[in-house]
């Protein structure tokens, strides 16, 4: 192990030593300055998990969070000097937390929140107007060959658990009741500056998948049907375009 990768470790896990070596311009004491250094790194990842996931943080609490956080952190050390991404696999890391198995909803949530980060810092697109959509999805025949662009923002979920219910219930709005195990599909979406999540049917969330992955709006209204599912294709349309989740319709030139 080289010195820097024993400094990181040690810096990470409070069980080790301090780094043989190390001296202070100070004078001070090596093993206690790095031991509050320690303490402020891990603090600070601490903090940048709980502000990232305030959901996750609410649910468990205060003192469950930060021993759960803490034990995330010793195996994770940041990839990037952007707090905001630390923690991308923290989902998977509770999934696999035995404590947290009493909350089984508990790592959704977390990727639901996952979802709103990246959401907030995707790219910038503009959306385009109504009018026009309306126009362009105004002739069936062109359904065979057109393709619907949609915001690099956009994410969905697909949960076991009300996800969206949970995390609205965490909100500065009305408790409607709900049953936490029912399952939810969300859709998140950055809207100007604000992060929408809002659940849609499991149809919704096929078919705005199948466009994510670029089949033609008639080949997604097919694979609806084949799937037999619950899609309302034109409400599902009209919540795109009035959250201007739609950038652009690129109708494909068909060679004679």
Not at 123 to 148: E, F, K, W, Y
Not at 214 to 223: F, T
Request: net charge negative.
């Amino acid at each position: 192990m080289s010195r820097y990768s024993e400094f990181a470790a040690a810096l990470l896990d409070p069980r080790r030593a301090c780094p043989q070596g190390l001296t202070c311009a100070t004078g001070a004491d090596p093993e206690s300055r790095f031991a509050v250094y320690r303490n402020n790194v891990l603090s600070s990842l601490i903090k940048a998990l709980a502000d990232n996931y305030p959901v996750v943080a609410q649910l468990v609490g205060e003192e469950f969070f930060g021993a759960m956080a803490g034990t995330y952190v010793q195996s994770a050390a940041p990839q990037s000097p952007v707090m905001s991404d630390y923690g991308a696999d923290f989902a998977g890391f509770i999934e696999h937390f035995e404590p947290a198995a009493s909350v089984p909803y508990l790592a959704d949530v977390a990727r639901l929140e996952r979802l709103q980060v990246q959401a907030w810092h995707a790219a910038d697109a503009r959306p385009m107007d109504a009018q026009q959509i309306m126009q362009g999805l105004s002739s069936p025949a062109a359904h065979d060959h057109l393709r619907v662009g949609l915001h690099p923002s956009l994410h969905l979920l697909q949960s076991s658990f009300a996800v969206v219910a949970i995390w609205a219930a965490h909100q500065q709005e009305p408790v409607v009741p709900f049953d936490p195990f029912s399952p939810q599909c969300a859709l998140v979406l950055r809207n100007h500056l604000d992060v929408e999540v809002f659940a849609i049917s499991p149809g919704a969330h096929d078919f705005i998948k199948d466009l994510q992955q670029g089949l033609s709006l008639a080949a997604a209204i097919d694979a609806s049907t084949g799937r037999d599912t619950d899609l309302e294709l034109e409400h599902t349309l009209a919540q795109l375009i009035s959250h201007q989740a739609i950038t652009h319709l690129l109708a494909e030139q068909v060679l004679p």
